[in-house]
């Protein structure tokens, strides 16, 4: 399975602290996107970085990329309680251009108020 | 703006009874997608059609069949439903042919008893 893993699994920090998430890969890959789930509802997409990229910004978030060591981290500043939510890096696994988009296991954070 | 909708958003099924679970989408996006996400195991491809009249199989496809007739929408059919497909399962779509976001349903909570 091409599947990422997300480290740290589960992450609480005070309200205003930085959050970091990271997300290792196994597969060369075209490009990395993170996404975010509120508990009970889909995916919503926050980020994509391509893979002759090192780092992208987005508002409060910042992802950077290491295609030689297979891994991204998601970095969200200033954190506020309405980060609250499960975070999950998703490769681009594309073969004979057919894009299949291949999840990790997700980092569940908690922003305390 | 509706997005992706699926229907039945929360469905209790006995084991070795068949079940659609209907995905719509009213962006005109190319590409859809099937997710299952279990806890700890992040959500895993499915099934996954490119285009209209196209489909292709991702991770975890044994026991699914898909089908693409249209742009619009693509169902996904547990033929005999067993226990182990519990799960919630999410629709996605995508807008083109290369590398972009993708976009979710709120989900499907399928219980096989």
């Known amino acids: 399975s091409q599947q990422g893993e997300e480290d740290p699994q589960a992450l609480s920090i005070q309200e205003g602290e930085n959050a970091t998430m990271n997300c290792s890969y196994k597969?060369?890959?075209?490009?990395l996107q993170w996404y975010r789930q509120n508990s009970g509802r889909g995916l919503v997409h926050l980020i994509l970085?391509?893979?002759?990229?090192r780092e992208k910004h987005s508002g409060r978030l910042r992802v950077t990329l290491d295609t030689s060591k297979k891994s991204s981290s998601l970095l969200i500043t200033a954190s506020r309680a309405a980060d609250t939510a499960s975070y999950f890096c998703?490769?681009?696994?594309?073969?004979?251009?057919?894009?299949?988009?291949?999840f990790g296991t997700g980092t569940r954070l908690k922003v305390l108020a | 703006i509706a997005g992706i909708t699926q229907a039945p958003t929360s469905q209790i099924l006995a084991a070795g009874r068949r079940m659609t679970l209907r995905c719509t989408q009213d962006?005109?996006?190319?590409?859809m997608y099937w997710y299952r996400q279990d806890l700890g195991l992040g959500l895993r491809l499915i099934h996954y059609?490119?285009?209209?009249?196209?489909?292709g199989k991702g991770e975890v496809p044994d026991g699914y069949s898909v089908s693409r007739a249209n742009t619009d929408d693509f169902p996904l059919t547990l033929a005999s439903a067993v226990p182990s497909q519990t799960s919630v399962y999410f629709c996605?779509?995508?807008?083109?042919?290369?590398?972009?976001?993708?976009?979710f349903g709120e989900g499907s909570r399928l219980t096989v008893l």
């Open positions: 059609s490119n285009t209209a009249g196209t489909t």
């Open positions: 597969t060369s890959i075209n490009n």
């Open positions: 998703a490769t681009d696994a594309t073969t004979s251009g057919t894009y299949k988009y291949i």
């Open positions: 996605a779509s995508r807008k083109g042919q290369s590398a972009g976001e993708l976009f």
């Open positions: 970085i391509r893979s002759n990229e």
């Open positions: 962006m005109r996006h190319n590409a």
